[in-house]
């Protein structure tokens, strides 16, 4: 069976899913991607694809800040799932039946839960920030089986979300610290093949089992009454920025209640609620993700970079840092640096 899509007017076949892509003279290269395989951005560069098992597949994208991309696309049918992205300024228009039902705008650490058969439209990317982002996609039945003890437990408003239709979500909430360690774990393994996809399949399945137990089900500490009033929400996500901010100083939660006018029982609670760990987590997982962005440039030492991000005594930071990513600073910092060589040595032959 053949569809022709409202907005492209581009034949397709069941059940595929059709990129088209700007490339470098302005001009759109299709891409067609069959067997329920929903691939973001479908650029093979940037998008790295493993399959966990049957049904789940996991989606690693990496887009540098310098690539401009223009992604138009419709869907006729593919697999639920949703993203964790880490950083990202996307802007998505969602179009179904020939009209645009969305616009969003897909924000840094964020948790999207998507569902788009038969829905069409463009997602841009501009220059100046990179988009970093994991994103898993499994299908209905592998839902079932995996969860089959929980499913009963499905929010009445997400029951839809599950069911064999064509019912349309895109929601976008801040995705938990734990999430979005999980997801720079993934993003940044370094290990060799097997322990490689061993070690993803893990963060993989520990992303997927919480924010099913987090988002989808009832009884959940995301659905329970807040301790905090309307407007203490967005504080805490400001107190985030300014804690990232000052990451070689660590403002205490006295500090942290003075600056949000929250006092510190209701902080340390609401950010537990909010964020899924406690502020001291937080902490630390920004620390970890700063010190390998450092890292990934070469220019600093691995002292260097312990200091910059709070650490007095390196030797904690390196026992943090390899519990964090599996891996030593030193032996992160040491491939960097092969890889820096090598791609001098091929640029100047």
Request: net charge neutral; aromatic share 10%.
């Amino acid at each position: 069976m053949q569809e022709t899509f409202p907005v492209m007017n581009i034949v397709t076949e069941k059940d595929v899913a059709v990129y088209r892509l700007r490339n470098s003279a302005g001009e759109y290269d299709s891409i067609n991607v069959s067997n329920h395989i929903f691939r973001m951005f479908g650029l093979s560069k940037y998008v790295e694809q493993l399959q966990i098992q049957s049904g789940l597949y996991v989606y690693i994208i990496d887009i540098p800040s310098e690539v401009e991309m223009v992604m138009e696309y419709d869907v006729s049918e593919c697999p639920i799932g949703f993203g964790i992205t880490l950083e990202s300024d996307l802007i998505s228009f969602f179009h179904k039946n020939g009209k645009e039902i969305m616009t969003e705008n897909k924000k840094s650490n964020s948790l999207i839960i998507s569902k788009s058969n038969n829905t069409s439209g463009r997602t841009i990317k501009t220059k100046g920030k990179p988009t970093q982002a994991v994103s898993i996609a499994f299908d209905r039945n592998f839902a079932r089986v995996h969860f089959k003890d929980e499913m009963h437990l499905v929010r009445e408003d997400m029951l839809d979300y599950f069911g064999d239709n064509d019912s349309f979500y895109e929601i976008s909430v801040p995705a938990s610290p734990l999430m979005l360690g999980a997801a720079r774990s993934i993003l940044g393994c370094s290990l060799a093949s097997p322990k490689r996809e061993l070690f993803i399949k893990s963060k993989v399945f520990e992303i997927l089992s919480s924010v099913f137990s987090d988002f989808f089900l009832t009884g959940c500490e995301q659905i329970k009454k807040s301790v905090l009033q309307p407007g203490e929400v967005d504080k805490l996500r400001d107190l985030c920025g300014y804690i990232t901010e000052h990451l070689d100083t660590p403002p205490s939660i006295s500090e942290l209640a003075r600056l949000s006018g929250i006092n510190d029982f209701k902080l340390k609670a609401g950010f537990k609620e909010v964020f899924g760990v406690t502020v001291y987590g937080f902490i630390q997982t920004e620390r970890m993700a700063k010190a390998k962005m450092m890292l990934e440039t070469g220019e600093y030492s691995v002292s260097e970079i312990a200091w910059t991000v709070g650490y007095t005594n390196v030797s904690h930071f390196i026992k943090a840092f390899k519990k964090h990513f599996n891996v030593t600073p030193g032996q992160m910092l040491f491939h960097v640096k092969s890889d820096i060589t090598q791609s001098r040595i091929r640029y100047s032959v």
